[in-house]
């Protein structure tokens, strides 16, 4: 792979790049799933190609190929080298990088056991007994489940000498299951809906999630739902599970501090973020026991946004976002750094595949643990509902105005997790929610959750980020406004 | 752009992509699909299937009235189906030697082995007829990197000489599908796509415009560029109004991010796994009247191939007829013995069956303007933005409007709007429908392009305003 990265790099040399930089990847996927009691998806991918970025005339320009040979890379690298020439012409000033060191590195994420080793009988008869077990309660009308892994084999090399190979395996698995019941349909997924949990490591996450155990209770759960009360709209207080949290950071935390959004370079598609440059170290974004950190380290955990080098060669890296409720830091690439006073880039520039451009992405973006327990939460509050496992997500495009929905509700009354309540949903504006977070639970409690489907960019490009929370309350916040009437 | 101009720079195009890729020829494919169906056979693999893709496709993306990325690819996949004994599975490679194709081969055996008796699988269907598509466009492969630039520069001059911000894409690309089985199917497609979208800003307020064709001469970059320049330069500072329910004349990118995320509830599958909105309400009169949806790869205004993923022809559908929703979308698997397939399943193996992804609502005769002139107090909505589902059976969803949102009084376009968010019944919204306009190919980011017509609806309801 060395070979046709260096040859990739010579051949943009001489045709006048400034600045090269090149990814081989190699990409092996696995996805089950089964349906009511059947196998659904049951397939294997695989992709290997190059992508090259270069700088010419002070532009960029990107190719890439899936011909793996010297005459193959070369035609690839010169298209690029002709892509940024023409990129020149609309051009208003020339990139800047910030400078980094060259890295020669190789570099393993965790991964016990190998989900492409173990016996596919073995993962398809989990999941379907997993399915059984749903099926086995009444009111159930479906069930499903998944399991998906990826194994990301990338070696990048620069113009400015770096060489690095890296290998990250992704694992994930979920069930669902759904009631459909007079005019209504109740789903309750665990171990989180739209895919379950997914982190950097192997099969040991499936071992560790225990499907069969969790299957029954969230049949019974879906079915449960019908009966329950609507949940109420009103204002008041409101303690998020993990998941849920996790996803309230990913699109009121995570999204608004892209420094590609904040500087319109995602305004006609993703949008762009209320967290104008005024704002850093001048924002007041949460309330002062709120503390998030964008974190790609092994030290942070095994998330999807964890690795060693991002895709422009720069080191893993922890940078505060929210201190103590202040705000304190975006996400950030080489060639943006400068823009908000850095000398050298957050590590944060991620590519879906070899045929796309690296971009900045979330990587761990973490709301670190308090000092509660759910116990001690739930028995200092008097009034209020736990909302748990998402059902549907929105925010505008600027990130201030958000609704969630979960796909279940229990209320709490003088300090006591009591009945279930159906369709809850709650919404705010950005900071005024964040501002609002008075309890945070402890680290016993604190999940790095993973979210598989984040997409961004054009041509568009699915990325796992990570999201470290947990349960934390929230007072005066607005609930039931997605079936408000109003 | 004048068409001369255009004339001009696409034969200068033509002499530059004789060094440029193109997609491989129809025969090339049609020899690799032989090739791996000849090692399928002598593998002991009786019956296989297999599905080729490859893509050429090139992005010019601007932002701040500069090209900020510029990229270009070229891909070729190999999916191979295998059934073996009442079981089935799928490897996707983009290896394509000998060696990997066979090891791809006794992958695909492997998986398929390994899982119990699928007694629903169906044999790999025989030879098909197809009705002819033509949706490639010569001068829209040829489109270089360097004539989008060009475009892109203009835009961005245009923007600047109104003191505005441009930001967009403007891509183009090829591509094409193979599909052949061990029983004798050979199925094959190629179309062109050009796509260009807009949104220029004029100091915090925005708005958009984006065509999307086979043939890039279809639309004009800078003519899409003045609508969106002149509906940012109406947006500027919007007044703040209550929320609740509200006449709304939705432009057809807005009626399409809507009705788009009906598509699924079309499904045999969907049906019968009782997670549509229209299970148990089949026949039953549940939208208005004036609302008329099928499903028709063969619509001029539509692209796609007409055959499905098992290579099924695709048929027309008239999926809601007056108001009333008449018919699915089958399958092969899904039509089961009483109903013929329609041409829509999904590739196997899968669990959602099938899809349309060809959706023309039925238009009407009154334009936009007429809509306006005809409303005494209203919202015209240019687009919307992060939609998602609230309520699966009733079809609640929730998204904001984006890029222009306006207040008509007396017929006319007062001032410009905060955005709003809205929790809205799709099916509630299709009963309220006042009057439509002409349907036309139209594209938008939270649904796939269809053919749909503004509409005028009433009691739209709008839960929550946001800061701007």
């Not at chain 1, 930089?21 to 659904?40: S, Y």
């Amino acid at each position: 792979m060395w070979d046709y990265c260096g040859h990739s790099l010579e051949v943009a040399r001489l045709r006048g790049a400034t600045y090269a930089d090149v990814r081989v990847m190699h990409l092996r996927q696995r996805d089950l799933t089964t349906k009511g009691g059947e196998v659904g998806t049951l397939g294997q991918s695989e992709s290997l190609g190059l992508g090259i970025r270069v700088v010419v005339n002070g532009a960029w320009g990107f190719a890439s190929t899936d011909q793996l040979a010297r005459e193959g890379v070369a035609a690839c690298a010169a298209q690029a080298v002709a892509i940024a020439k023409a990129s020149s012409l609309a051009k208003k000033e020339d990139v800047q990088l910030a400078s980094e060191a060259a890295y020669v590195d190789s570099w393993l994420g965790p991964c016990q056991k190998d989900p492409l080793e173990i016996p596919l009988e073995a993962q398809l008869d989990l999941l379907l007994k997993a399915d059984a077990a749903m099926r086995s309660v009444k009111g159930v009308t479906l069930s499903e489940t998944d399991m998906q892994f990826r194994k990301i084999d990338s070696w990048f090399a620069s113009s400015a000498g770096s060489k690095i190979h890296q290998r990250r395996v992704h694992s994930g698995c979920g069930i669902v299951a759904t009631s459909f019941k007079g005019d209504a349909i109740q789903k309750r997924s665990y171990p989180n809906s739209f895919g379950g949990q997914h982190i950097l490591g192997g099969y040991e996450l499936i071992e560790a999630m225990d499907l069969l155990k969790h299957a029954p209770q969230v049949a019974e759960e879906a079915v449960a739902l019908h009966s329950a009360p609507q949940c109420p709209q009103t204002r008041g207080t409101l303690i998020l599970g993990g998941s849920q949290l996790g996803l309230q950071i990913h699109e009121s935390v995570g999204h608004p501090i892209e420094l590609d959004r904040v500087l319109g370079q995602e305004a006609n598609f993703a949008g762009t973020s209320f967290l104008t440059l005024d704002q850093l170290n001048h924002l007041r974004y949460a309330s002062p026991i709120v503390n998030v950190v964008a974190d790609a380290r092994m030290a942070h955990g095994p998330g999807l946004g964890t690795f060693a080098y991002d895709d422009e060669g720069v080191p893993a890296q922890c940078i505060d976002i929210i201190k103590d409720g202040e705000f304190r830091g975006y996400l950030s690439s080489r060639e943006t750094a400068h823009l908000v006073g850095l000398h050298r880039s957050g590590g944060t520039m991620r590519t879906e595949s070899w045929n796309r451009l690296p971009m900045i992405r979330m990587t761990n973006v973490s709301l670190l643990p308090g000092a509660w327990t759910p116990e001690n939460l739930i028995a200092d509050t008097d009034d209020g509902i736990y909302m748990d496992t998402n059902r549907s997500w929105s925010i505008d495009d600027r990130r201030y105005q958000f609704q969630f929905s979960t796909e279940i509700a229990w209320e709490i009354k003088g300090g006591k997790k009591t009945r279930r309540l159906k369709n809850p949903s709650y919404s705010g504006m950005t900071t005024e929610f964040w501002n609002s977070c008075d309890a945070i639970c402890n680290a016993d409690h604190w999940v790095l959750w993973g979210t598989p489907n984040c997409g961004k960019g054009q041509p568009m490009q699915t990325m796992g980020t990570g999201h470290g929370a947990s349960p934390a309350r929230f007072r005066n916040v607005r609930i039931g406004t997605a079936f408000s009437k109003e | 752009m004048s068409k001369t101009k255009k004339s001009r720079s696409v034969s200068a195009n033509r002499s530059r992509r004789a060094a440029q890729e193109e997609l491989r020829r129809e025969r090339e494919l049609h020899s690799l699909t032989q090739r791996i169906l000849r090692l399928a056979k002598s593998g002991g693999i009786p019956e296989c299937e297999v599905h080729v893709e490859e893509i050429i496709d090139a992005v010019t993306r601007f932002a701040n009235n500069t090209i900020h990325q510029h990229v270009a690819e070229h891909g070729l996949t190999v999916s191979l189906r295998v059934v073996v004994d009442g079981r089935t599975a799928r490897v996707t490679t983009n290896h394509i030697d000998e060696d990997a194709l066979r090891a791809s081969l006794e992958s695909a055996a492997s998986l398929a082995v390994s899982q119990p008796k699928d007694a629903g699988l169906l044999p790999l269907p025989g030879k098909q007829k197809y009705r002819a598509v033509h949706r490639f466009i010569p001068a829209t492969s040829a489109l270089s990197a360097e004539a989008r630039a060009r475009a892109v520069k203009k835009v961005c001059s245009l923007a600047q000489s109104k003191g505005q911000v441009a930001a967009g894409i403007f891509s183009s690309g090829q591509s094409q599908t193979v599909l052949a089985n061990s029983r004798g199917l050979f199925a094959a497609y190629r179309q062109t796509q050009a796509e260009f979208s807009v949104t220029m800003q004029q100091g915090s307020a925005t708005s958009w415009a984006k065509a999307n064709d086979a043939n890039f001469r279809i639309f004009d970059p800078l003519a899409l560029s003045r609508t969106a320049s002149e509906k940012a330069a109406r947006a500027e500072n919007p007044a703040e109004l209550a929320p609740g329910s509200y006449t709304v004349i939705l432009e057809p990118a807005a009626v399409l991010d809507l009705v788009g995320f009906l598509f699924y509830d079309f499904a045999a599958t969907a049906v019968e796994d009782q997670r549509s909105c229209f299970a148990g309400r089949l026949g039953k009169p549940l939208l208005g009247k004036n609302i008329t949806i099928t499903d028709d790869v063969y619509h001029p205004g539509q692209l796609g191939a007409p055959f499905d993923g098992e290579g099924m022809p695709r048929q027309r559908v008239v999926l809601v007829d007056q108001g009333v929703p008449r018919n699915l979308v089958y399958s092969r698997r899904s039509a089961k013995a009483k109903i013929h397939p329609t041409g829509h399943g999904l590739a196997l193996p899968n669990e959602y069956g099938e899809a349309p992804v060809n959706l023309v609502v039925a238009g009407g005769k009154t334009s936009v303007p007429e809509m306006i002139a005809g409303t005494d107090r209203g919202l015209l909505v240019t687009r919307l933005w992060y939609i998602r589902e609230v309520d699966p059976y009733e079809k609640i969803m929730t998204g904001m409007t984006r890029d222009g949102l306006f207040l008509v009084e007396k017929g006319k376009v007062t001032r410009a709007i905060r955005n709003f968010r809205f929790n809205q019944s799709i099916l509630e919204m299709l009963k309220n429908v006042e009057c439509l306009g002409p349907a036309h190919r139209s594209t938008a980011e939270e649904s796939f392009e269809m053919v749909v017509p503004p509409m005028k609806i009433g009691n739209f309801h709008f839960s929550e305003v946001t800061k701007f």
